[in-house]
């Protein structure tokens, strides 16, 4: 056993569980409207391309995952994927190239680079905190510290494919 043999980085389901647990501190809440209740979660199928984590409010009947706010928001990687990059990231003294991100997580560089630079950026506010330890919990948010909101121009990091 090692760090990196926890399920969240390994399994895309919970890797969102664990993400759903720092996000919402066990209690979802809809990033759109803000409700606490009505919210199912969608059985992911991928033959109907419906992906791992999605939530639907039945107050305001949109979809949503616990991603959203957050700096994994618009990647295309595997969430598990970009978890192990946070982690090599934060666990590292003298951090880790966008290059080692390629070759370790087997992802493109271009990817690589993107995740890094967001999660550099995140760390450089000062807002994200090591994965696991203690998380303190509050439900008055739907984003936790650790976890920045939505960064300051999410639209010039364009989207993360692994292709
Ligand atoms: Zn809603």
Redesign the pocket.
């Known amino acids: 056993m090692s760090a990196l043999s926890r399920p969240e980085f390994h399994s895309e389901e919970a890797a969102f569980a664990h993400l759903e647990k720092i996000v919402w501190a066990g209690e979802p809440v ?1 990033p ?2 803000g ?1 606490l209740d009505r919210l199912t979660k969608v059985k992911a199928n991928p033959e109907k391309r419906i992906r791992v984590g999605l939530w639907r ?1 039945g ?2 009947k ?1 979809q949503f995952r616990a991603t959203v706010g957050t700096v994994f928001e618009h990647i295309r990687l595997p969430l598990h994927k970009a978890l192990q990059a946070v982690y090599l990231m934060t666990s590292s003294k003298k951090g880790i190239s966008a290059h080692q991100l390629h070759r370790v997580l087997e992802i493109t560089y271009k990817s690589a680079w993107f995740l890094a630079h967001r999660i550099r950026e995140a760390m450089r506010d000062g807002n994200l905190a090591p994965m696991g330890g203690d998380i303190p919990a509050t439900t008055d948010a739907p984003t936790h510290s650790c976890l920045p909101s939505a960064s300051p121009q999410p639209s010039s990091f364009g989207s993360i494919n692994e292709s």
């Open positions: 809809c759109h409207c409700s409010c107050s305001c949109k």
